[in-house]
């Protein structure tokens, strides 16, 4: 069963918005923090945004900072985090990818790779000039 699903991509113009959403099933339920990934062909990937200890930290990549915003509901037995994307612009067109960290929290270290235990299988998100 998969931990992380993610909807919401699509494509659009330059400067029109997307919402992504990553609901969280089974053990990713009662991750510390979650975060939204991209990545682009021939690119690595790159940490967007992170919500972390039920909402109380946000943390965003300098590249979207004022342009897209991080969001979790996280009801009794829910457990789904939003992205809110606007001012969309060329470059940002990538897979997005959403990951949870099941413990502990990453600090300043929320944009590795490597500090998250569970993935999604992505969303596809272009935007065109």
């Known amino acids: 069963q998969v931990e992380l699903v993610e909807s919401g991509g699509g494509s659009v113009e330059a400067g029109g918005s997307l919402r992504l959403s990553c609901v969280a099933s089974?053990?990713?339920?009662?991750?510390?923090?979650m975060a939204w990934f991209r990545q682009a062909p021939g690119k690595e990937r790159e940490g967007v945004a992170a919500?972390?200890?039920?909402?109380?930290?946000?943390?965003?990549a300098d590249s979207v900072k004022g342009r897209f915003s991080i969001s979790q509901d996280n009801a009794k037995n829910k457990n789904t985090v939003y992205l809110q994307m606007n001012n969309l612009k060329p470059e940002d067109t990538a897979m997005y990818s959403c990951?949870?960290?099941?413990?502990?929290?990453?600090?300043?270290?929320?944009?590795?790779?490597?500090?998250?235990?569970?993935w999604g299988q992505g969303t596809q998100v272009t935007v065109s000039s």
């Open positions: 990951a949870a960290k099941s413990w502990g929290l990453p600090g300043d270290n929320w944009y590795l790779p490597e500090v998250y235990n569970y």
């Open positions: 089974r053990y990713a339920l009662g991750s510390t923090c």
């Open positions: 919500i972390c200890t039920g909402g109380g930290t946000t943390h965003y």
